[in-house]
T-cell receptor, first 112, second 114 residues
Framework: DTAVSQTPKYLVTQMGNDKSIKCEQNLGHDTMYWYKQDSKKFLKIMFSYNNKELIINETVPNRFSPKSPDKAHLNLHINSLELGDSAVYFC???????????FGPGTRLTVT | GENVEQHPSTLSVQEGDSAVIKCTYSDSASNYFPWYKQELGKRPQLIID?????GEKKDQRIAVTLNKTAKHFSLHITETQPEDSAVYFC?????????????FGAGTRLAVHP
């Protein structure tokens, strides 16, 4: 029973396409996050939702749009994909009382 | 905003030796400091964390120390084993409002040689 799951695990697509990544957590957490890990392994927060409300929105191009239909799900939609979007995208969740964050397995996005 | 610096970027030790990774942070409001281990192709896994009201925390072979005055914190791994080989990330966050905005260091690639 995976705590934080993501689909798909791999995503290969061409420039200009639109794609989505889905994330689900069964930990009962209130807060979910999206992180981007680039080719140099640097991890950077992109977005966070708390109980379906957007609470963190870093300087991310507006081609990236997160959506949280309920507090157990956080999806990431990316429009007009660019080469520089190639990275591993991690979903994470955190909750009371200590708000440690637990990561999903990641989605490796390759834009050609 | 918060900035976290992590050193060294690579660390090579012999099995059984100790390994120390150091991080400094810039935002004095940060009060939560987790450490993650990431094996090749896997997700970052939380291995230990420390909060600002504590100076040191241990869990078996790993320990973390925090110096809030100097704004630095360190990860100590004793009796290293080959399975400790991975990339380790420190992070800092001003915990508030029910969520953590983790700012990560650039990572340390640890290699433990048998």
């Amino acid at each position: 029973d995976t705590a934080v799951s993501q689909t798909p695990k791999y995503l290969v697509t061409q420039m200009g396409n639109d794609k989505s990544i889905k994330c689900e957590q069964n930990l009962g957490h209130d807060t979910m996050y999206w992180y981007k890990q680039d080719s140099k392994k640097f991890l950077k927060i992109m977005f966070s939702y708390n109980n379906k409300e957007l609470i963190i929105n870093e300087t991310v191009p507006n081609r990236f749009s997160p959506k949280s239909p309920d507090k157990a799900h956080l999806n990431l939609h990316i429009n007009s994909l660019e080469l520089g979007d190639s990275a591993v995208y991690f979903c994470a969740s955190g909750g009371l009382p200590l708000h440690e964050q637990y990561f999903g397995p990641g989605t490796r996005l390759t834009v050609t | 905003g918060e900035n976290v610096e992590q050193h060294p970027s690579t660390l090579s030790v012999q099995e059984g030796d100790s390994a120390v990774i150091k991080c400094t942070y810039s935002d004095s409001a940060s009060n939560y400091f987790p450490w993650y281990k990431q094996e090749l192709g896997k997700r970052p896994q939380l291995i230990i964390d420390i909060r600002s009201n504590v100076g040191e925390k241990k869990d078996q072979r790993i320990a973390v120390t925090l110096n809030k005055t100097a704004k630095h914190f360190s990860l100590h791994i004793t009796e290293t084993q080959p399975e400790d080989s991975a990339v380790y990330f420190c992070a800092a966050s001003p915990f508030s409002g029910g969520y953590n905005k983790l700012i990560f260091g650039a990572g340390t690639r640890l290699a433990v040689h048998p």
